[in-house]
């Protein structure tokens, strides 16, 4: 079964930077295109990017453009999500998803929080 595992998340101040990982296992990770997601208390969970199976390709929501970078690493069967120039509104806790629509496999999440 698809395992999710995400890390690297914590306490920031604005304008600081994280870089957020998550271990897949479980299926064939680079036949996958792969999602990032995020979810602030009491508010719907949020597509954040997207990379595909190769890497070669990549979405974000418009509000994390030019500050977010996803990327994959196939040999080690991980996203990454870097996160620059980090804004409150950026607060919550982010999960990495398979991109399939049928599955509902999530991981733990990790919690990324803005503050001064």
């Known amino acids: 079964q698809v395992q999710l595992v995400e890390s690297g998340g914590g306490l920031v101040q604005p304008g600081g930077s994280l870089r957020l990982s998550c271990a897949a296992s479980?299926?064939?990770?680079?036949?996958?295109?792969m999602r990032w997601y995020r979810q602030a208390p009491g508010k719907e969970r949020e597509w954040v990017a997207t990379?595909?199976?190769?890497?070669?390709?990549?979405n974000y929501v418009d509000s994390v453009k030019g500050r977010f970078t996803i990327s994959r690493d196939n040999a080690k069967n991980t996203v990454y999500l870097q996160m620059n120039s980090l804004k409150p509104d950026d607060t919550g806790v982010y999960y990495c998803?398979?991109?399939?629509?049928?599955?509902?496999?999530w991981g733990q999440g990790t919690q990324v929080t803005v503050s001064s």
């Open positions: 998803h398979i991109d399939v629509r049928e599955s509902d496999a």
């Open positions: 479980g299926f064939i990770f680079r036949a996958y295109g």
């Open positions: 990379i595909d199976s190769t890497g070669r390709r990549t």
